[in-house]
């Protein structure tokens, strides 16, 4: 083989790893960034983000049962829980969730119960959540969430399942 080829080769060999290498890094990154990860590579109790000790991207998880809606906690009413600092809207919420964590907290630390049923995590979109027998279920999306509850009890065995 000429010796030109052969540096061509090479270069265009150089030029795919080079390529592949930062396709892989932008994958990594949005699966980081979007906190999605298979749940046997071990992952967070709780859903927070990459730099910070947040729970639930911050929203009060209270609200979801006395207001049946998604609302934005306050630094002020925190309390960490599961190595994971909980944001509340009012002292009374704070005080709600201090008598009864288990009850108010998001099921599966509060990462996507479809992605869970997966066998992943995935982070959520506050405003999109579900109660089924008093018990508080998060999702990326309402396409996701509709999806998830087709075929709603053989999910949450999955979930129940995955989670374990």
């Excluded at 795919?16 to 990594?28: D, G, M, R």
């Excluded at 027998?133 to 053989?154: A, I, P, Q, R």
Aim: hydrophobic share 35%.
């Amino acid at each position: 083989m000429p010796i030109g080829k052969t540096s061509d080769m090479k270069k265009r060999t150089k030029i795919i790893l080079i390529t592949l290498v930062v396709i892989l890094a932008v994958v990594f990154s949005f699966a980081k960034v979007k906190r999605v990860s298979p749940l046997s590579w071990g992952h967070k109790e709780v859903n927070q983000p990459m730099f910070s000790s947040q729970a639930i991207n911050g929203y009060d998880a209270v609200a979801y049962f006395t207001e049946d809606k998604a609302v934005l906690g306050n630094e002020a009413y925190s309390y960490n829980w599961k190595n994971a600092d909980w944001y509340f809207s009012s002292e009374d919420n704070k005080q709600l969730f201090l008598e009864n964590p288990e009850k108010y907290a998001p099921q599966y630390g509060g990462y996507c119960a479809f992605a869970v049923s997966k066998g992943f995590t995935a982070n959520t979109d506050p405003g999109t959540f579900e109660m089924i027998n008093g018990k508080l279920y998060l999702f990326d999306s309402e396409g996701v969430k509709t999806d998830w509850k087709e075929n709603l009890k053989e999910n949450l065995q999955k979930c129940e399942a995955n989670w374990r």
